[in-house]
């Protein structure tokens, strides 16, 4: 039956002569083929091949260091007089358990591959005749060698005729080889013990999934051992555990990284062993110093400007709390400090759930937001007016309340969650190194951490609950309460005023232009409102009306902020280190396909490493940047740091959950080419057209 | 405070052991007594290293249907080497650590007739259908060579020789790793390469 279905496999294969593939050798557990790139060759052209395996599920194949068992593949090939080929380049591979073993090789479909160059005396009209004759052991449990001949006749040509069948599937290849590494490295080891670190910019903690060091050399580290890895800003360090045989002069291999897109690339690294690298202290700083750090840092945030309105409303609190019973001084500090306490604990919760979901939250991260930074300063604007007297208000903030109601204590609830809210971007470089290590910890001591915080920030309100006796010395209540309630109104519209700021940082004139437009329409509700407060009847319903419609209208105005652009130039910079590169937009794709140029789209974020590797090893290299000159390429960045809606759309319109996406969109109008997440320098020449000889550039990038 | 600090990598550590999918294998120190083992033969008589004292000793972790294996056994290469250590005063233990059911098993009966049908001439064959002793000496594949000196030390670890194929025609280029360092450690001589790398099926080992 199977030497029936194998037969039937070489019938319906694309093997006969000057096919791109050649007749497959098949197995239950493999199909293997050898696979060109060209449909013809053209003379003195070099050409890629690739042997192509096909497994059956739980079936592998090796690497050239196959870990704790097996072989690698090999294959040998009779070319016509004159040709030449250098070795196969094995792809990254992937770790293979097995019992206490561990091996490295490939599962699925991998391709090895080789570059063949013809000589240069073929003449248009002749035959390339190549053979390969390859082997290879295939195992699950057990192990199959296996072999095969397979031949490729192509004929020569002028020029070199990419085969259409083949291009993407040569291309993936490539995208599979380990490319060379952009970091310093650094490596040693200390009798069973050592490490390996990778330093480069690009590193940072959270920016890398998973990472993995494959030693090219058997013996020299424990194939089984974990290698815990260990990120800090800029350096990646594995710890390693040493295997039976010596250490080489030169420790070589691969380290595999997956970054937190999930894209996995191998890097080919090589170091002279030396003194052992050290891991940076583990998490920043221990627990109890971050939670003192906290605290501390909690207890200072009460001086900062960006609280001082918040305790401008705590003052009013307080000065209406003297001559009030102990009972109530004690409930109403309490309420504070729950409220702020709570508000670090949603906010730090919030932070660990993105931060597991793998989204890219960072400290303060609801400022990123202009929605929120507007609603923050309308609320700013709205607590200013209630103060100045213009309206009154009976809800929760309790503000123009007594202080011994029960209003009195849920407004003090709000009040500390208010403090929160506003204060978090405070905290950023003072609370740093703390907060750092807090996200870097456990989910429980990130809690713990940020509950630390709020405890400092509500300790003076602690203390007086502690002790009401010290309410005794606030002044009495009198006339000079009210003055200083509409003396504080200021210090809200000063908060106003900066949060307007932020919010020209992230979205330009047209954001400004919204906000302070729904700053307008909800002044104007407001004083209706207090109009209204001060009528009966029809007047009142009136003025009623007329501040629901402005509040409403205010609202209106989010979604126009959340589109507002940043202003040009701003973001890209910092984002990408291309030269010329235009911010990217939908807009300008079009003008500039419009003036018949070839455009380069690059959508990338600042904590993308892949992205920030492919810039540096395939986009911004001589022959690249040459070949975008000579062609005109107009080249636009799109950053996708904050997850903008605009490139969310277009990374989903090509079936993308994240980046890097590249986009090449032709002179010549018609659809972009997508390439892939991983480049090298010649799948960009080749995408833009601007190969020497097909494929030549990438067999030149990816020697392994 | 140090005290929680020890806690938490003690925590972290406890998480690492977790996640590994199954233990892991600890090599045998080269210059140190070799792990002792008591494993029935092909008759079913109870062997012990120790038994051995006074003799050079060579493990030979085996599994007939290997391919790597069949290249010495097809070549005669391996019989060669048995005849060899005989010839030397050398004992050859050929240990089968595959468990009932997976490539390599063998019954006492079976490992008898596999050593008639192949004319080789181990001291004897070792069943180890619960892989203790592979896990011992962390063989990693078939075959995987040891030889241990009179003294009860290990002194070499590591491939029978330096090509890693299945090709029988690549056992005469090879060098012979093996037979260098088993002459040597008969002779009380430090072998030239004390450790290489083994070559080879993945030992099937129990549970795994």
């Not at chain 1, 010329?580 to 380069?600: I, Y």
Request: glycine share 10%; proline share 8%.
């Amino acid at each position: 039956m199977w030497r029936l279905l194998t037969a039937l496999s070489v019938l319906l294969a694309p093997g006969a002569a000057g096919a791109v593939e050649s007749a497959p050798v098949t197995s239950p557990r493999a199909t293997v083929t050898v696979v060109s790139s060209v449909e013809a060759i053209a003379p003195g052209r070099p050409f890629r091949i690739a042997l192509r395996q096909r497994l059956a599920p739980g079936w592998h194949t090796y690497w050239t260091n196959p870990g704790d068992a097996g072989a690698p593949p090999e294959m040998a090939l009779a070319l016509p007089e004159g040709a030449s080929a250098s070795d196969l380049a094995f792809p990254t591979p992937e770790r293979i358990p097995y019992g206490p073993l561990v091996n490295f090789g490939y599962e699925n479909e991998v391709l090895f591959l080789a570059t063949v160059t013809p000589p240069a005396a073929l003449q248009p009209g002749d035959r390339f005749a190549l053979e390969a004759s390859a082997s290879w052991l295939v195992c699950e449990k057990i192990c199959i060698p296996e072999e095969g001949v397979f031949r490729l006749d192509l004929p020569v040509e002028g020029t070199p005729r990419p085969a259409a069948a083949s291009a993407e599937m040569i291309r993936a290849g490539e995208a599979a080889l380990p490319r060379p590494s952009p970091f310093a490295v650094t490596v040693g080891f200390e009798g069973q013990g050592g490490a390996i670190a990778l330093a480069g910019e690009a590193l940072a903690p959270g920016s890398v999934r998973e990472a993995y060091f494959f030693p090219a050399d058997w013996g020299v580290l424990d194939h089984a051992a974990p290698q815990p890895m260990t990120l800090s800003d800029g350096v990646l360090t594995l710890s390693l555990a040493r295997g039976v045989g010596p250490v080489p002069a030169s420790v070589s291999g691969l380290v595999s990284i997956v970054d937190r897109g999930g894209v996995r690339s191998g890097y080919v690294v090589s170091a002279a062993p030396g003194p052992v690298p050290a891991l940076p202290a583990a998490p920043g700083l221990p627990l109890w110093q971050a939670i003192a750090f906290a605290a501390l840092g909690g207890l200072i945030l009460n001086l900062m400007p960006c609280v001082f309105p918040i305790l401008a409303m705590k003052a009013m609190g307080i000065a209406r709390l003297s001559g009030a019973a102990r009972g109530e001084i004690r409930a109403h500090a309490a309420a504070y400090t729950a409220g702020v306490v709570l508000s670090f604990l949603a906010l730090g919760g919030l932070l660990v759930a993105l931060k597991g979901a793998g989204m890219a939250a960072g400290w303060g991260f609801q400022f990123t937001s202009p929605v929120f930074v507007a609603a923050l300063a309308w609320l700013m604007l709205a607590v200013g007016l209630n103060l100045s007297g213009v309206y009154a208000v009976s809800g929760p903030m309790g503000l123009g309340q007594g202080a011994a109601s029960q209003g009195g204590k849920v407004g003090a609830f709000f009040t500390g969650a208010l403090a929160v809210l506003v204060a978090t971007p405070c905290t950023a470089p003072f609370m740093a190194a703390a907060i750092g290590a807090a996200v870097a910890m456990p989910p429980a001591a990130t809690l713990a951490v940020f509950a630390a915080l709020g405890v400092g920030m509500a300790l003076p309100y602690v203390i007086l609950g502690a002790a009401p006796g010290l309410a005794r010395f606030l002044p009495r209540p009198g006339a000079w309460m009210e003055r200083l309630r509409q003396g504080l109104a200021f210090p809200m519209y000063a908060a106003a005023v900066w949060l307007v700021w932020v919010l020209a940082q992230q979205g330009g004139a047209d954001a400004v232009l919204a906000v302070l437009a729904g700053a307008v329409l909800l002044g104007f509700g407001l004083w209706a409102l207090g109009q209204a407060q001060g009528s009966a009847g029809r007047g009142r319903r009136i003025g009623q009306g007329l501040a629901a419609a402005a509040v409403i209208g205010a609202v209106a105005l989010l979604p126009r902020l959340d589109a507002a652009s940043p202003p040009a130039g701003a973001a890209t910079a910092s984002v990408s280190i291309l030269p010329d590169a235009e911010p990217w937009s939908p807009e300008r794709v079009a003008a500039l396909r419009a003036e018949g140029r070839p455009v380069f789209v690059n959508m990338t974020a600042a904590w993308c490493i892949t992205c920030k590797v492919n810039e540096r090893v395939a986009l911004t290299t001589d022959a690249v940047q040459l070949a975008f000159a000579e062609r005109n390429v107009a080249v636009l960045v799109g950053d996708w740091t904050r997850g903008d809606a605009a490139i969310t759309a277009l990374l989903r319109q090509h079936q993308r959950d994240g980046v890097p996406l590249y986009l090449y969109y032709p002179a010549g109008g018609g659809a972009p080419a997508i390439l892939p997440q991983i480049l090298t320098e010649g799948i960009v020449l080749d995408a833009i057209g601007a190969a020497k000889g097909p494929l030549v550039g990438a067999a030149r990038g990816s020697t392994i | 405070m140090r005290l929680l600090t020890r806690r938490t990598t003690l925590a972290a550590g406890l998480a690492l052991v977790a996640a590994a999918p199954r233990e892991a294998l600890a090599a045998p120190s080269l210059g140190a007594p070799a792990p002792d083992f008591a494993l029935p033969d092909q008759d079913g008589t109870i062997r012990r290293l120790a038994e051995f004292r006074g003799k050079a000793v060579v493990l030979e972790w085996t599994n007939h249907d290997c391919p790597f294996v069949r290249k010495h056994y097809t070549s005669g290469n391996m019989q060669a080497l048995q005849a060899l250590a005989k010839e030397r005063g050398v004992v050859w233990l050929s240990i089968a650590s595959s468990p009932e059911g997976e490539q390599g098993h063998v019954t006492g009966g079976q490992a008898r007739e596999l050593t008639e049908s192949r004319n080789a001439t181990p001291a004897a064959v070792l069943l180890d259908p619960q892989s203790v002793a592979a896990r011992a000496y962390a063989a990693t594949v078939t075959p995987h060579m040891f030889v241990i000196d009179g003294a009860g030390i290990l002194r070499y670890m590591g491939g029978i020789d330096s090509i890693r194929s299945t090709r029988v025609e690549d056992v005469p280029r090879a060098e012979p790793f093996l037979r260098d360092a088993m002459l040597a450690i008969a002779e009380g001589r430090a072998p030239a390469q004390a450790v290489t790398q083994p070559y080879g099926c993945v030992i099937k080992y129990f549970g795994a």
